[in-house]
């Protein structure tokens, strides 16, 4: 399970010291402090009084055939969820338990339409439940109460523009910060699962998902305001954004809201609650302070105390041209209430535009096409960067009992079947790469020879994989040393023109190797050094053509190269594709696998695994690049997507029931929803070409 380093959060607060505010990334530096009377802004609409005295947080449910008519809905403790207009007169109430924190997502797609889904906390048994509000009506459209297991304080959505998914976080009275994917299950209810577990070192009690910049915002109340990337498939990466005494927070932070008015008018507001401001900051200047604000509500009090803060930026009325914040105010004279306040009087006191207010319901584009798997392996028993790279044989007589080897970098081989079931692991030493050959010639039969590079014994570790016991059998003749300081990239290549057999190993340095395999005579086989070449940089992935003799690398940090396969074949090499002259392929290039449509036809499938995707080129020809995918969760089976991909294959054999067409397979190096240790994915090929308009064999 990730957990942000408690470690390296505090590290980060104490380098602030040093700069002003600081971050584990970067950080819009905060200098002077705000301003000792900043300007107030008068609310348009108090709320009546919550109907037990208890407010938290607040939101707006925009109604977008009148939008005039839209609602607030607001936590009331044990009052539930309360229901007001714009004129701040309360409609209605539902129970929720003791309703704690909220948040809502327009467009969320329920029973074939787009509702409003609000997610709310329930601190009584410190659980999520879901709602949603039609026609002015809260129903609860959760499949339950979702237990969270710890104190929870703050709740807020993110859509991930990477895989299309709803998430919701969960903030807690220890630090906690539970993500979630959202989803609808078979009976039509939401639901959620865990994603990761992220840890702060003090409370936190409010966030809020920027979904267009890929963040999540987090008040950690006494430390400081934080931004993390909202992808659970990256690193969290925080970032320090203002602090008390470091910065212009005073002593505590509320709440924390977002404004989108597109280019150039996206805002970050918070509630520096020790002195009654709001400080509002400048997302498309790395969040830089901006100004602060006070707030007086309808008759002129003034706001001690801003707790929760929610936006929307929609036209709502004559009053709310750019949108609406509503603050909680927990101390209002008469009992807590929500405070109302037009975006364009917040905007206007502070001489900031409020641009182009955007729709609440729109999700990020994904950037690329996403395809889902239906079967992960179960996790390596090794933890950290362990699983690296696969090999698959197809049965050809039973494609349902075909198999996958591959490795964990940290101890050996596994073998698993088709639903990623373990059926062998052999712990024979650091197997960084394994690739395969089926008809292998040894004492006049022929056996499936399965090779690897092992780190441990600095040699090329060979084996046959005996397809009827599913087992791997050692059959190298005694260590054969791949005579590199650190054996490392690897794969095979059976010749046309020979028919002879033989693995390519490469160095991390970019130094590579070809060694023919031989039968030892013995029942076992020995390698034969036969080429030497080199790369400039460290090299790993590769894939061999064996109909038309070429050898397909990644280098990593520059791009993939073509080359002869032959050991006669020298050094020339030419490239494919390169990092810097294409856009949609992100160092580290890392597998690459072959998929064959006969003929000679057929697709190259890389490993882009600096952003997450898979590119695809043309095998024959000059090998032109057709597009790329990703690999996203698929949440109701359960499997998250696939992300910072080391090895991967391809195949485009019949692999039984649901890869009749072949499939890709490939590392997980971030295995989540839930936290575990890495994997390898499968996904149908059908899914990959359906996506790209790619053929099938």
Request: charged letters at 20%; one cysteine or more; glycine letters at 12%.
């Amino acid at each position: 399970m990730e957990r942000t380093s408690i470690r390296i959060l505090l590290a980060a607060t104490a380098l602030a010291g040093s700069m002003g505010v600081a971050s584990c990334a970067t950080a819009a530096p905060q200098t002077a402090p705000a301003a000792p009377d900043p300007t107030v802004v008068t609310a348009r609409v108090d709320t009546a009084p919550t109907a037990r005295g208890e407010a938290n947080k607040a939101v707006v449910v925009l109604d977008s055939a009148n939008p005039a008519a839209s609602r607030v809905v607001a936590t009331a403790g044990l009052g539930g969820l309360e229901i007001y207009d714009l004129q701040g007169r309360r409609r209605g109430a539902v129970p929720a338990g003791e309703a704690g924190s909220l948040d809502v997502r327009h467009g969320f797609m329920l029973g074939g339409r787009p509702v409003a889904l609000l997610a709310t906390t329930d601190t009584t048994d410190n659980s999520l439940r879901f709602f949603a509000l039609s026609n002015g009506t809260l129903s609860e459209v959760g499949a339950g109460s979702e237990p969270l297991g710890f104190a929870a304080e703050g709740v807020c959505f993110f859509r991930n523009a990477a895989d299309g998914g709803l998430y919701v976080v969960a903030v807690g009275d220890g630090g906690e910060f539970d993500q979630r994917m959202v989803f609808v299950n078979g009976e039509g209810r939401v639901a959620s699962r865990q994603s990761r577990r992220l840890g702060l070192p003090s409370p936190a009690e409010h966030c809020v998902g920027d979904d267009v910049g890929g963040k999540i915002y987090v008040s950690e109340q006494a430390v400081g305001l934080w931004r993390f990337n909202g992808d659970p498939e990256t690193d969290a990466t925080p970032t320090l954004i203002d602090a008390p005494r470091l910065g212009r927070i005073t002593e505590e932070l509320g709440g924390v809201a977002l404004y989108d008015g597109g280019e150039g008018a996206r805002y970050l507001v918070a509630s520096d609650a020790s002195s009654g401001r709001l400080y509002v900051y400048d997302q498309g200047k790395d969040d830089a302070w901006v100004g602060a604000v006070s707030l007086a509500g309808q008759g002129g009090a003034a706001v001690g105390e801003p707790g929760g803060l929610s936006i929307l930026g929609s036209a709502m009325g004559a009053g709310f041209p750019a949108g609406a914040l509503v603050a909680t105010d927990e101390d209002a004279d008469g009992g807590a209430n929500y405070k109302v306040i037009s975006i364009a009087d917040l905007a206007a006191a502070l001489n900031l535009s409020v641009g182009t207010p955007q729709d609440p319901a729109r999700a990020p584009a994904p950037s690329v096409v996403a395809v889902t798997p239906t079967f992960e392996t179960v996790p390596v028993l090794s933890a950290g960067d362990a699983a690296d790279d696969p090999a698959i044989w197809a049965n050809p007589a039973n494609p349902a009992a075909s198999l996958v080897v591959a490795t964990d970098k940290k101890s050996g081989l596994y073998l698993y079947d088709m639903q990623g079931r373990v059926l062998q692991h052999l712990p024979d030493g650091k197997m960084n790469n394994v690739d395969l050959r089926t008809d292998f010639m040894l004492g006049g039969q022929p056996i499936v020879l399965v090779t690897a590079s092992d780190r441990t014994h600095k040699s090329i570790a060979i084996y046959r994989l005996d397809t009827e016991a599913r087992r791997l059998v050692n059959i190298s003749d005694g260590v054969q040393a791949a005579e590199q300081a650190d054996p490392y990239g690897q794969c095979m290549y059976r010749s046309a023109r020979t028919g002879k057999t033989y693995v390519f190993i490469n160095d991390s340095n970019g130094e590579m190797r070809q060694w023919e395999l031989i039968d030892a005579g013995n029942g076992r086989v020995r390698a034969q050094r036969v080429r030497d070449f080199a790369f400039a940089s460290q090299a790993e992935g590769c894939v061999a053509d064996d109909v038309a003799g070429l050898l397909f690398v990644d280098e990593e940090d520059i791009g993939i190269w073509r080359m002869g396969a032959e050991p006669d074949a020298g050094p020339a090499m030419t490239p494919v594709d390169t990092v810097e002259g294409n856009p949609a392929i992100k160092d580290d290039l890392e597998g690459i696998g072959l998929y064959d449509l006969g003929g000679g036809r057929g697709y190259l499938v890389v490993s882009s695994q600096g952003n997450n995707t898979y590119a695809v080129y043309r095998r024959e020809g000059a090998q032109e690049y057709l597009g790329s995918f990703a690999v996203v969760a698929d949440p109701q089976a359960g499997i998250d997507g696939i992300s910072e991909t080391d090895g991967l294959e391809v195949s485009s054999a019949n692999l039984g029931p649901g890869f009749e067409h072949g499939a890709l397979i490939a590392q997980d190096g971030r295995n989540v929803l839930p936290g575990e240790l890495q994997n390898y994915k499968y996904v149908p090929w059908r899914r990959i070409a359906e996506a790209l308009n790619l053929e099938m064999r």
